[in-house]
């Protein structure tokens, strides 16, 4: 049985096999297929889950996105990303 | 980040977007209807009145020709129906040509005909998602509703799915007849370790509106199954994923059934028609392009029948001057039709549509009536069948 998820920033989070990342040329964004819906990334979310893949833990993925936006707060990248993926972990999108 | 669901069936949960208007949408998934051929014959089935025979069906090049053409349209996903689609012995070919594409590729089955060797074939293929339909916790009534012994098969199908590594989601068709039994529907979700609980409504056209009175549950078996769903969400919140909305026939607004015809959503019938909902068969005055004639690209700009509905420029008042048109996008027009007569009319289920009576009689009677044999869903309606559920010898009433 599926358990529960409470990201932390030692995770280290991946997507399951289902839920997929990719473009989308036709409407020129990052995308997540998952079961019967499709999550529409905006420009803050592209950045995050391009910075997912199964190596990086979450304090890492802050750390390059704190590096890429240089003078936005780190505890406001913090806050922003795991939010984020809590959101998909809620749903299973978001694994460890 | 948005989240947009887009299953066929109609959901309330589709957020409106301002921005959009008249302008023509870039669709998100087609179904992919393989087969009409079934070894069910569950008397809500979906599939037209009117069903295709094998000798009619389309072959495995005009299905990827169309899946690729669907991707280049802008469709993400590609959901594999029937009948019952794993009777097309081409389906892994379909699923794996599909997924080289970049589509993301759900079968939707009653799982009494899959081995575990062709499920792994599937998932060999690139199959990403399975949602199998359950008609019923109770074997028995499982095994009436469905018109076939293959509860037990289901269930086992159920545990292959989730053993090969496919992510599981269980679609039940509540009605008055088993939400008595949707609690235990809950539990056995859990229990096969589904993802999802789709808790489906049967609506009214085709098939299932001759089994109406069979069907339609009474005010207080809704209730009931409104306060289970709602205590399960929160107690299996991250554990089960549970869709539920309440019927149209007991609602006070139409839903935006397929999100908007013509908008996010196309079906291909086992003969290759393309339509903009996988009932619109039964809107019979509509004609319908067909993939072997035409690109799938001109059919979702230019086919007379996504024209037809699309938008908002085809509704009456009081319709026309709603502010929730751009959000149910005037409901089901296929249950309109059915009910009313009249195309254009506006969905019965709004509260402030001339033809609310057409709900609210036979609602009234809910209850009320003694509940009469199914009419099941078969190819050739003079054929007797073998199967179960059949061997009734009183006529069922219309």
């Known amino acids: 049985m599926t358990e529960l998820l409470t990201l932390n920033e030692e995770h280290i989070p991946k997507l399951p096999r289902h839920a997929k990342l990719r473009f989308d040329e036709a409407r020129k964004k990052w995308i997540i297929n998952a079961p019967e819906r499709v999550f529409e990334l905006d420009e803050i979310a592209s950045e995050i889950i391009q910075l997912v893949n199964g190596e990086s833990s979450i304090n890492v993925i802050i750390d390059a996105l704190c590096d890429k936006f240089e003078g936005a707060p780190r505890e406001v990248i913090s806050k922003d990303t795991l939010s984020m993926l809590q959101s998909l972990a809620d749903k299973g999108f978001v694994i460890i | ?398």
């Open chain 2, 1 to 398: 980040m948005s989240e947009l669901e887009i299953k066929q069936n109609n959901s309330s949960e589709v957020k409106p977007n301002a921005s959009v208007k008249e302008k023509l949408q870039i669709p998100y998934a087609v179904l992919c209807e393989l087969t009409h051929r079934c070894p069910l014959s569950c008397p809500y089935c979906s599939n037209p009145v009117e069903l295709e025979m094998k000798s009619k069906e389309i072959d495995t090049e005009t299905w990827k020709r169309a899946l690729s053409e669907a991707v280049k349209i802008g469709i993400l996903q590609a959901h594999f129906s029937g009948g019952e689609p794993t009777a097309r012995k081409d389906l892994e070919e379909l699923i794996q040509h599909a997924s080289s594409i970049g589509l993301y590729t759900n079968l939707i089955t009653s799982g009494v005909l899959i081995t575990e060797e062709r499920l792994k074939k599937f998932y060999d293929a690139g199959l990403d998602h399975v949602q199998v339909s359950i008609q019923d916790t109770d074997p028995e009534n499982s095994e009436k509703i469905a018109g076939y012994k293959g509860h037990a098969k289901k269930l086992h199908t159920c545990g292959l799915i989730r053993k090969v590594g496919l992510p599981l989601t269980v679609n039940a068709v509540m009605h008055r007849q088993n939400l008595h039994n949707l609690k235990s529907m809950i539990d056995l979700a859990v229990e096969l370790d589904a993802e999802r609980l789709e808790v489906a409504q049967v609506q009214y056209y085709g098939w299932a509106l001759k089994n109406q009175t069979a069907f339609l549950p009474t005010k207080e078996q809704l209730d009931n199954a409104t306060e289970i769903v709602e205590e399960a969400r929160v107690r299996l919140k991250g554990i089960l994923a549970i869709d539920y909305v309440v019927p149209d026939y007991y609602a006070k607004r139409p839903k935006s059934c397929m999100g908007g015809w013509g908008r996010q959503f196309l079906n291909i019938t086992p003969a290759g028609k393309v339509l903009p909902c996988h009932a619109a068969e039964s809107l019979n005055f509509l004609e319908f392009d067909n993939i072997k004639d035409k690109p799938l690209s001109w059919i979702w700009e230019n086919s007379d029948a996504f024209n037809r509905f699309r938008g908002t420029s085809w509704m009456p008042e009081p319709c026309q001057s709603c502010d929730r048109k751009e959000i149910d996008w005037g409901g089901c027009r296929c249950q309109a039709f059915a009910l009313t007569g009249n195309e254009n009319a506006t969905d019965p289920t709004c509260e402030f549509s001339p033809y609310r009576n057409v709900l609210d009689e036979p609602l009234s009677n809910v209850g009320k009536e003694e509940i009469p044999e199914f009419i099941y869903r078969k190819i050739n309606v003079r054929k007797p069948l073998n199967g179960i559920g059949h061997n009734s010898n009183k006529s069922p009433k219309s």
